[in-house]
């Protein structure tokens, strides 16, 4: 459930990065959503694989280098969905850029305040450990 939440969030990110980002264009939610999950598997494989290659961009400027790359995969996204006629357009790479920028937070602070964190540790009594000699 966790997961379907992450990409409706990052969808209504893309919605108000749509509205506030000049450059973006959007049609129906649904294309957002899969214009969401694109993104995601576009993050997965060629942004880890730029951020492998940008490795001393990115130490030299503290991280700040992803950025351009989250632009850049963002660019790559609405690249891609319009060729797979999808209704999501992104103009250039400060669109994309600032996009990115603007669907990422978005999504971030709608994913801490609805998905609840689990991580706690689990309560009872501490495990037994044998010693043996």
């Known amino acids: 459930m966790s997961l379907v939440l992450r990409f409706v969030f990052s969808a209504i990110g ?43 961009p990115m130490a030299c400027s503290f991280g700040c280098f992803s950025l351009v790359i989250n632009g850049l995969v963002f660019w790559l996204a609405g690249t891609l969905s319009a060729k797979l006629g999808l209704t999501f357009t992104v103009s250039g790479f400060w669109a994309g850029f600032f996009g990115a920028l603007v669907a990422s937070v978005v999504a971030s602070v709608l ?5 609840p964190k689990d991580r706690q540790r689990p309560q009872g009594p501490a495990p037994s450990i044998k010693v043996v000699n």
């Open 111 to 115: 994913g801490a305040i609805f998905i």
């Open 14 to 56: 893309l919605l108000v990065a749509c509205s506030f980002v000049p450059g973006l264009g959007h049609g129906s939610f649904l294309d957002l959503l899969i214009v969401a999950v694109i993104l995601a598997a576009l993050n997965t494989t060629v942004g880890s694989f730029l951020k492998v290659i940008a490795i001393v």
